[in-house]
């Protein structure tokens, strides 16, 4: 009778042990876990991909500004003459209903030239004929283009602080194809340009961003 009960109060200490041991094992692995797991989480909460820069530098208001530019068509201008002749780009133009083309007095460079409210959204003023040479001339069209990025090159920093090169295009896609194709395809020049981008608590902002300065063409 005596032996039954040591027994079975040996089973009831060796039950409460395995108890005991099992919820320290599983503390432990919990906590082990959320150990290596705080690490990755801070890691993933300050990167910055290539795609994620370039996308926040687009939507800041800075580099959303628009650029200007000068799209340019060639055009015979003799020196014997005080006009730009007009090539058919120019009619074609007039026929889209961008501009007129009426007649000025000699000398007038613009030779009647005037824009209509279709064109005043893409192009800034009345477009000019420059001479280049004895017998040629350019029609120069100024107007205003908004900036894209064509690919970001480095991000250089640590876990606060970001530096992201990137190079950018004026978007020549934001005119209309009828006027965009009026105008000879012209080489596309591609601006180095920085932004400084500080992570803060809600993530990654853009503080700065340094473009080459308006009228660079």
């Known amino acids: 009778m005596y032996y039954g009960i040591s027994e079975t109060t ?20 919990a906590a082990c876990t959320s150990c290596n797991q705080q690490p990755e989480s801070i890691s993933q909460s300050n990167s910055l991909t ?11 208001v800075e580099f959303q500004r628009p650029d200007f530019e000068h799209l340019r068509i060639p ?15 120019i009619q074609l133009g007039e026929k889209e209903g961008y501009w007129t083309i009426g007649t000025t007095a ?21 477009p000019i004929c420059v001479r ?8 120069e069209f100024p107007m205003s283009l908004r900036k894209h990025i ?23 896609n934001g005119l209309p194809s009828d006027l965009r194709q009026l105008f000879p395809v012209q080489a596309q020049k591609v601006f180095r340009a920085t932004a400084n981008m500080k992570h803060f608590d809600d993530g990654w902002r853009v ?3 340094n473009t080459p300065p308006q009228f660079r063409s």
Not at 155 to 162: A, E, R, S
Request: glycine share 6%; aromatic share 8%; proline share 4%.
């Open 10 to 29: 040996t089973e009831r200490k060796g039950y409460q042990m395995g108890k005991v041991v099992t919820v320290v094992l599983l503390f432990v692995m």
């Open 50 to 60: 290539r795609q994620q820069a370039m996308n926040m530098i687009e939507q800041n």
């Open 75 to 89: 055009a015979v201008y003799p020196l014997s003459s005080l006009k730009c002749e007009m090539p058919t780009e």
């Open 106 to 126: 000699p000398g007038y460079r613009n030779d009647g030239i005037t824009l209509t409210a279709k064109a005043t959204p893409f192009l800034t003023m009345d």
């Open 132 to 139: 280049v040479d004895n017998f040629n001339g350019v029609w």
């Open 150 to 172: 064509t690919q970001v090159t480095g991000i250089t920093g640590d876990d606060q602080n970001k530096t992201v090169e990137f190079l950018w295009m004026k978007d020549l």
């Open 207 to 209: 503080t700065e961003v």
